[in-house]
Nanobody
Framework: QVQLVESGGGLVQAGGSLSVSCVAS????????MGWFRQAPGKEREFVAA????????DYADSVKGRFTISTDNAKNTVYLQMDSLKPEDTAVYYC???????????????????WGQGTQVTVSS
């Protein structure tokens, strides 16, 4: 049974930092792409960042580039999202997801992901 379990969300002031993590279990994820998405109230779920387990290639949404860093600890089957210089507009539920790559760039899209975590709330106060 595949499980993605996020943790580390919380409340932080604007300009602060927060790290969220996602532990993956239940199968081998070495060929997967791991993504972070977020969903604010009344908005669609949007891509934040992605990384592949095997080569460590990363990609980010323009809105978080330079502020967020995605990384993995393969020994712990864990994906991290380090969030710095947080803004109130970063407030959302953050979801971890795992994708078997479908085509080039498919990791940008929610429909391409095969497994999802339950989400963790991140709130940035102004």
């Amino acid at each position: 049974q595949v499980q993605l379990v996020e943790s580390g969300g919380g409340l932080v002031q604007a300009g602060g930092s927060l790290s969220v993590s996602c532990v993956a279990s239940g199968r081998t994820f070495s060929s997967f792409v791991m993504g972070w998405f977020r969903q604010a109230p009344g908005k669609e779920r949007e891509f934040v960042a992605a990384i592949n387990w095997s080569g460590g290639n990363t990609d980010y949404a323009d809105s978080v580039k330079g502020r967020f860093t995605i990384s993995t600890d393969n020994a712990k089957n864990t994906v991290y999202l380090q969030m710095d210089s947080l803004k109130p507009e970063d407030t959302a539920v953050y979801y971890c997801a795992a994708e078997i790559p479908k085509y080039s760039g498919s990791y940008y899209y929610t429909y391409s992901y095969d497994y999802w975590g339950q989400g963790t709330q991140v709130t940035v106060s102004s």
